[in-house]
């Protein structure tokens, strides 16, 4: 079997296919796939007129259908891919086995663990350990890079322990060496192989689990970014409080922390900074003629953001959205940020029924698709901030949100010229055509002075 580089080469240097539609047409299989068990476990095969082969990389691998007996494919979505994205076996072979990913989870002893980690801190002068839950294009994983980013700015040299991968580890490896948990690695052998001393953090309360195990013996600290309620639902409060030391985010987290954890754990606020991206004209221009091609000039466009979920109020954005269309037919719908399968099937429903709504994705130049909106709608049920309500003020852009679990209600009085909050969906829909109407470019830029 020939080794393949992150390139799309052989070692002989030759190309090899890089799409599922380049794989289809190759009449040589790849080793992974097992073509006569394939056969025999799926009838449906015989009746086809496609090649087992061209069967298992058109319909089988789309249906989570395994390319040998040997591969878990549910391991390998969770552990290395996009939330929810099928087509294991295809994403194995044009990127996963040159990257050393795993077809299905293996025991590694404690003592290779132990071992690993001494070979990971062995030439890092000021090693850092930091622990998240995954490397998808998320707030906590973008947060934790971050993070380590300014770690490596003051001298230290990142190590992450994450619980699985996603799609952005490659920015994780580049930064230091890293250990995926769902791989197999025995987790209180990783903290045997730290130096006495070594500090670690924690970057969401699911890390709690995780520092405790390692029976750490340097200082180290879970920084929590959920809500107390999202925490005590996912019975996290007893690994967050065995910490011992607790970082709360956000204000609004502060107390209901203090008083759900033991009395012995330290809860300790820092107040979070946030990053300005400046709005580059070129990527403004470019954002401009995207929605101009799709929508024309005589639009008005409404934004929310984060991962397409039900805490994030996905569904009520979207009903938000039928709404305020109905009374306002030139009115134009973004969502920056991943989605899975419930909120896909959301989106896909409300386009087939005609709502103007678009779904680029993840980006990273969200500070220009907010220039181009004139309202944000916050739907979040439950959310320690967020954030992203301060990324679309500094551009000028108000926001309307529920009266929910939202961190920001601690600082309502402070907001109130960044945007509003309110009680039902009436209340809603007023704000966001009372802003329509009335916001002016001159208050627009006293909310981008207020926020920075």
Do not use: C
């Not at 690993?116 to 801190?121: D, G, K, L, N, Q």
């Not at 070129?282 to 000039?297: F, I, N, P, S």
């Not at 961190?407 to 309502?412: I, S, T």
């Amino acid at each position: 079997m020939k080794r393949v580089s992150r390139h799309g080469r052989s070692e002989s240097g030759s190309a090899i296919p890089l799409t599922r539609a380049e794989l289809a047409e190759t009449t040589t299989t790849d080793p992974v796939f097992d073509a006569s068990w394939y056969a025999h476990t799926y009838p449906d095969v015989a009746a086809s007129t496609l090649s087992a082969w061209q069967h298992f990389l058109l319909v089988g691998d789309l249906e989570d259908r395994p390319p040998n007996p040997e591969f878990d494919v549910d391991f390998y979505r969770r552990t290395y891919m996009q939330l929810e994205t099928p087509g294991a076996g295809a994403h194995y072979i044009i990127e996963g086995r040159a990257r050393g990913y795993l077809t299905r989870p293996i025991t590694i002893s404690a003592r290779q663990s132990s071992r690993a980690m001494r070979a990971a801190v062995a030439y890092r002068r000021f090693p850092f350990v930091l622990v998240g839950h995954d490397a998808q294009r998320a707030g906590a994983p973008l947060l934790l890079l971050e993070v380590a980013r300014h770690l490596r700015m003051r001298g230290f040299a990142p190590i992450f322990i994450l619980q699985r991968g996603g799609p952005i580890l490659d920015r994780f490896q580049e930064l230091g060496p890293t250990f995926l948990l769902a791989e197999g690695w025995d987790v209180a052998a990783l903290g045997k192989g730290l130096r006495p001393r070594t500090p670690s953090l924690g970057s969401t309360a699911w890390s709690a689990s995780v520092l405790n195990t390692m029976k750490l013996a340097g200082p180290h600290a879970v920084a929590v970014h959920e809500m107390a309620e999202y925490v005590r639902a996912n019975d996290l409060l007893e690994p967050v409080g065995e910490t011992r030391n607790v970082i709360s985010s956000f204000p609004g987290q502060l107390a209901d922390l203090r008083a759900s954890l033991p009395a012995q754990t330290r809860v300790t606020h820092v107040q979070p900074a946030l990053i300005y991206s400046r709005v580059r004209s070129l990527a403004r221009r470019r954002v401009g003629r995207l929605l101009t091609r799709k929508w024309g000039k005589d639009r008005i466009v409404f934004l929310g953001a984060g991962f397409a979920d039900h805490r994030k109020g996905f569904d009520l954005f979207l009903a938000a959205a039928r709404r305020i269309h109905a009374r306002l037919p030139e009115a134009r719908f973004v969502w920056l940020g991943e989605r899975a399968g419930w909120g896909r099937d959301l989106a896909d429903a409300a386009i087939a029924d005609g709502l103007a709504l678009f779904m680029p994705g993840f980006v990273t130049d969200a500070a220009a698709w907010y220039a181009h909106a004139t309202v944000y709608l916050l739907t979040s049920r439950q959310d320690p901030g967020p954030t992203t309500v301060m990324d679309a003020a500094r551009a000028g852009v108000p926001f309307v949100a529920y009266r929910t679990d939202l961190g920001l209600l601690a600082h309502a009085d402070e907001l109130r010229l960044v945007g509003t909050f309110v009680d039902t969906d009436e209340e809603f829909d007023a704000q966001v055509l009372a802003y329509v109407d009335h916001d002016t470019a001159a208050r627009r830029r006293a909310r981008a002075r207020a926020v920075a």
